[in-house]
């Protein structure tokens, strides 16, 4: 079938329970030419005998464990260096897939420009109920006018994501440098480092999906922790920038921080 064009990287930690249904997602695809990579972020529990059975049998999948919990941003930065395919899809260990994003994903790359760094489409996020995982809500996203259209759309995933695999080591890839070591808003933050620099291409189709879970819930401590850090980073682009606007913030009824508009200064 020829090289193929994407690395579908699995970051976990803690979540065998959940991966099958993002494994599967992926190898139900109607794109059949890729490659996954799992990451274990040093789980406490050893690999699952089902996915042990599974690399063994199946050559497009990789799996690697990491000796001590790293976080998500450099978990992201092993599996980049690590990949060989132009392209990368980050798929979290406890989502999945529409049967269909491989293939649209493949379709968006030929159409784009070859800089593109960035193919992202809509995502329907999903609550446990009687009976499985049910819609709670579908997220349509938009193409963004600019890096500011974007900065005001921050406090919300993006997702699927596909990044080019070279753009992104050529900004550095993941940023650890916050005080909390790159685990909190990865994906908005790499989304920004892409956009100074490259084109992005929107896919107004559903191809992701997204569960909402007990393991998720926000304590307000870590809703304190993503404030300052959305802060922070709104904060330092509109100051690298050009220092031209003034943010206005305010708190929606969840206690998230978001942006209600940005001031021209002067």
Known sequence: MGNPLFTVVIPTH?????IDTAIRSVMTQTEKNWKM???????DQDIPLFLKKLIKKDPRITFKRLSKNV???????????????????????????????????TKAIQEADENTALFYANTAIHVKERGGWKVKKKVRHRQFKDKYDFLTYLTY?????????KAVLEVGGWD????????????????LKLMEKYPWYFIDRYLYNRTKHRSQLS???????????RREVIEH????????????????????????????KG
């Open 71 to 105: 976080g998500i941003s450099q978990v992201m930065n092993h599996a980049v260096r690590a990949v060989s395919t132009p392209y990368i899809i980050q798929l979290d260990s406890d989502d999945w897939l529409d049967k269909s994003t491989l293939e649209h994903f």
């Open 157 to 165: 995933i993006i997702s699927p994501r596909c990044y080019r695999t």
């Open 237 to 264: 682009y509109l100051k690298k920038w050009g220092n031209e606007y003034e943010p206005v913030f305010y708190k929606e009824e969840d206690g998230y921080l978001k942006i209600e508009k940005l001031i021209k």
């Open 219 to 229: 304590t307000s401590n870590n809703i304190e922790k993503r404030n300052y850090l």
């Open 37 to 43: 990579l799992i990451i274990d972020d040093a789980s």
């Open 14 to 18: 803690n979540r065998w329970r959940m």
């Open 176 to 191: 650890i440098s916050d005080k909390f070591d790159g685990r909190i808003m990865e994906d908005r933050r790499i989304c």
